[in-house]
């Protein structure tokens, strides 16, 4: 019922980027499937942060580490069957890969890719469940993609990491999924 | 025994007094220093830990006895590298901790090098977020977190900011809308979807950082642009030559902006390591 419900709403609120995005009424549902899948990880992490003691807003470098610490132990136990394509599915890596390649049509594309190209990443692991590197630059999205890419809960960032689109957490740091070739 | 205790104690007093007063003499001040004027200083990409990094938090320092600035906003990248307790020891609380002792505040946004987790940092100010707005007398100022724009934050701003009657409107982040650097550049995406609100909600001066160098930008659609992104770095003859968006730039030493704001003018000049005055002026507020 929920994503029926996030499903008519894409529908509903989406219609004019949809249409600018050359969205069909199947690939909307299956970028439903795919906020789906979203949330049903944002539930999971949200369970295995409520276990652990909560991080003030005026906290101290060492209760960071500590809470970051277990929030990623926790999200790592529970998802240690976790795969690349538990949320970038065939189907939404293709229509995901297409929403990019309007988006980068042209001098937009030439810019986010010289961005995407000359961070510093050399080393990141391209693994789910394991954490991106904090010693490495993170590179700045592009807020027109952003705007385009189906939203993501605020616990959740698009990441590019190379040529791949990923799917980091936040607070934990860990890549929680990604597809390739996400770079036209 | 007592004589020769007064005369020593009074050369010593007397040596205090003129290294003092010389200090003080060497450290040139153009701005007003007006009465209830809003005192501050922006900085950016501050987060190395280096030795330069220390030397110029050492003038920020000094300077605060001829401008007692309040506060001191931080365009971004507050920690290369790690961010384990340690560095944030090594790469800001050090440095800047004789400054904090004198009551000053750091109010941070997120570069490309910073984890979101900085905005949960007691020092940083943030109140657990990666965006926020606070007010200093007439003046509201906005970080923003550049890195990740999306229509949740974008939503925000306009909110905020079209609901905001204050007098000034200052935003701050890292990603430079406008920019001569060989480096980066203007990050065109972030001024595309920004400066329309910025314009139409009457923001008076964007500070940016990302590129290691200070730029004054010439004023574009009425919004005066400063990048001051060499707190901690430095991208030495990185401003690209004869830019047409160039009013001023200094690539050549790190450098901090000390900033006054009263009634309808905002004053600035730029410092570097070793004290000299690289840029100054005023920006009249805009017409609303």
Known sequence: MKYLAIFAAIIFTGSFAAAQLNLTEDDLKILADFEMRVDRYTEMREIVRRQIPTLPKDATPEQILVNKTHLRDGVQKARVNARQGDLFTQSATAVIRSIIKQEFKGFKGNEIRKTVLEADQKGVPLLVNVPYPETKELVEMSPALLFALPQLPKQLRYRYIGRSLAILDRDNGLIIDFMKDALP | ?288
């Open chain 2, 1 to 288: 025994m007592k004589t020769n205790c007064i005369i020593r104690c009074s050369f010593l007093a007397i040596l205090f007094i003129s290294t003092t007063a010389f200090a003080q003499d060497s450290l040139n001040l153009t701005l007003p220093m007006a009465k209830d004027s809003v005192k501050f200083l922006a900085i950016g990409d501050t987060g190395s830990g280096s030795k330069e990094q220390y030397q110029l938090a050492k003038v920020m320092l000094d300077y605060r006895t001829v401008f007692p600035y309040e506060f001191v906003i931080m365009v971004g990248d507050n920690m290369y590298g790690g961010e384990k307790p340690a560095d944030f020891k090594k790469k800001f609380e050090d440095a800047y901790r004789p400054i904090m002792d004198q009551k000053v505040s750091f109010y941070a946004s997120l570069g490309n090098h910073d984890q979101s987790n900085q905005r949960m940092y007691d020092l940083f100010n943030m109140n657990g977020e990666e965006y926020y707005r606070f007010k200093k007398g007439d003046v509201a100022f906005y970080a923003l977190n550049s890195n990740y724009m999306d229509k949740r934050q974008i939503k925000w701003v306009q909110d905020q900011m079209s609901g905001d009657g204050s007098k000034w409107k200052i935003a701050f982040f890292h990603h430079p809308p406008y920019s001569s650097g060989a480096a980066h550049g203007s990050s065109d995406g972030v001024r595309k979807v920004v400066e329309p609100i910025f314009i139409k909600n009457g923001v008076d001066v964007v500070f940016a950082g990302h590129e290691h160098f200070y730029e004054r930008i010439k004023p574009q659609n009425g919004i005066q642009y400063f990048i001051t992104g060499a707190g901690g770095k430095l991208r030495d003859g990185n401003v690209k030559a004869n830019s047409p968006l160039t009013e001023v730039a200094y690539d050549k030493d790190l450098s901090f902006m000390l900033v006054e704001i009263s009634k309808d003018m905002m004053y600035f000049q730029v410092i570097t390591r070793t004290g000299k005055t690289v840029d100054s002026g005023s920006v009249p507020r805009r017409e609303r």
